[in-house]
């Protein structure tokens, strides 16, 4: 089993930047593929990115490309998100995921990703 605790949300205006963290422990983390997702109020938990075991491999949901950055530092069990350019609709609860099947093709759905993070909130204001 691993824990996830992530950290680094905030209230940012919108087109300004924001790194959120998510800090690892348990098991061994190059066992897992991270993932960021985020859930807004009244919407369902969408997928933002997924990265590969070893940093490798990158995957984002068409409408963050470009905007956001996913990483990973497996010498301190930690995934990051880095967010550039928001704007109001990124307001929502983002959230840390692993998943530790390793399907040849990264999911992109909640479902598929075993362990979560409580949450980090972000809000950009207009």
């Known amino acids: 089993q691993v824990q996830l605790v992530e950290s680094g949300g905030g209230l940012v205006q919108a087109g300004g930047s924001l790194s959120l963290s998510c800090a690892a422990s348990?098991?061994?983390?190059?066992?897992?593929?991270m993932a960021w997702f985020r859930q807004a109020p009244g919407k369902e938990r969408e997928f933002v990115a997924v990265?590969?075991?070893?940093?490798?491999?990158?995957y984002y949901a068409d409408s963050l490309k470009g905007r956001f950055t996913i990483s990973r530092d497996n010498a301190k069990n930690t995934v990051f998100l880095h967010m550039n350019s928001l704007k109001p609709e990124d307001t929502a609860v983002y959230y840390c995921?692993?998943?530790?099947?390793?399907?040849?093709?990264?999911?992109?759905?909640?479902?598929?990703?075993?362990?979560w993070g409580q949450g980090t909130q972000v809000t950009v204001s207009s």
């Open positions: 995921a692993a998943d530790a099947t390793l399907p040849a093709v990264p999911s992109r759905r909640p479902s598929a990703y075993t362990y």
């Open positions: 348990g098991r061994t983390f190059t066992n897992y593929r």
């Open positions: 990265i590969s075991r070893h940093g490798g491999t990158t």
